[in-house]
């Protein structure tokens, strides 16, 4: 059997800079996984970073139903707490209402999660399983481009803004995948992309999809896709 390449995508929040984001993807023909806080839709919040306000303001259900259609959504939390601080009780009460109210909106049973924080142990992948929970991203780098061994902690093989990043796109672009398929996992926040980490974030998502779209041996697909990958 031939091993195969992969490339998905992971972006949090549901923010309303998701809008640029996705225009961005499906300009190249990518495919993202969106994890989404439910108790958030349609809210407004302001984050500090380096220095300067940045708007963390969400979607509404309805639009982030039209601007993730092709995408996959996932859930966030309801409320984004750090599950690792909460009880049984209570983990289960974020991960359940997120997944039930997420399902309706995309219209499929969702089954991916982001840990909110990046804050994950065994005891909270457990009751996430329990909970219909099939695979959960940390905020580990790997910088490898293995396939998860625990997919209930599912480590990214970088976010975007890592010093690497463009050395790990032409490593994999130029990978021949021998034992065992490989995988290229890129995550962040779109929020990230109004703030200049390296002068134009938004240029800079631009010359990451440039780089890695349209490629006849790599495979663009959600996070979901990639674990029901034949
Ligand atoms: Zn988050």
Known sequence: MAY????????????????????????????????????????????????KPVAHNKLTQEEAKKVYAGHEISTHSRTHPDLTKLNRWQVRKQIVDDIKKLSELAGYEVTGHAYPGGTYDRRTADILQDCGIRYAR???????????????????????????????LEEFIGATPTDGDLLFYLWGHSYEFDYDVWGNNWEHIEKVCRMI??????????NLEFLNRT
């Open 138 to 168: 940390t905020v580990d780098s790997t910088r490898n481009f293995k396939a998860p061994e625990d997919p209930m902690m599912w480590h990214p093989t970088c976010h975007h803004e890592d010093e690497k990043v463009f050395e790990l």
């Open 4 to 51: 195969k390449k992969y490339f998905t995508l992971s972006y949090d929040d549901g923010v309303l800079q998701d809008r640029r984001l996705v225009e961005i993807f499906n300009r190249y023909n990518l495919k993202c996984t969106f994890n989404i806080n439910s108790g958030f839709f349609g809210t407004e919040n302001t984050l500090i970073r380096l220095g």
């Open 213 to 222: 779209a349209n490629k006849d041996d790599i495979i663009y697909c959600t």
